[in-house]
């Protein structure tokens, strides 16, 4: 029986994702992945070319995974406003559900590996665009007063990614749900107190 090739490769996406998730990228080995799937080595080279090939293909299926699950969310709101919040909430609360993910942010080791890196930059430049969007949607409703909606965005997504270490790899639990509120109170009210 000759097996579908997305349907192996799915296979191999989601299995290699649980070892990856378990002992990192650095210590998961093909052997490993192949094993898990009851297949020899070389079959695995037959649909990925490399360990870093299916590492890329489980953070892709991971974004892809959080960019839904960010939609959906966004979805629900009633306005811009509310859009807006739930878009902060859901993408940082999507890390704790991404194990790989969560390792190329966290990871300095994988830092130094191009294709990471390279995700790394893809992943921020739509991360900046997904906020543009939102900010320019909310300035053509009335409800943002923004003059610049992507240098608005470039300074949002920074301090999200500022809130990424005390939030997450502290290792200290902390409520990321109140921490976010406070962001999106800051980002919508500014510091000052209104007279």
Known sequence: MIEDKDIVRTQIIEEAAKIFGHFGYKK??????????????SSIYYYFTSKEAIFEAVI???????????????????????????????????????????????????SHITFINQIRKRYDHQEIENIRLILEE?????????????????????????????????????????????????VFNGILIRK
Request: no cysteine; proline share 1%.
């Open 60 to 110: 892709e299926k991971e974004v892809a995974f959080m960019r839904k699950k960010n939609h959906e969310a966004m979805a629900k709101a009633s306005n811009v406003a509310e859009k807006f919040k739930a878009y902060i909430v859901s993408r940082m609360k999507g890390f704790e559900e991404m194990a790989n993910m969560y390792q190329v942010l966290k990871n300095e080791y994988l």
């Open 138 to 186: 909310g300035v053509g409703s009335g409800e943002f007063n923004i003059s610049n909606t992507e240098l608005a965005a470039v300074a949002i997504a920074t301090a999200i990614k500022g809130l990424e270490i005390p939030l997450f790899f502290s290792g200290e639990k902390v409520n990321v749900e109140h921490q976010l509120e406070n962001l999106v109170h800051i």
């Open 28 to 41: 998961t080995s093909m052997e490993q992945i192949a094993l898990a799937l009851n297949k020899g080595k």
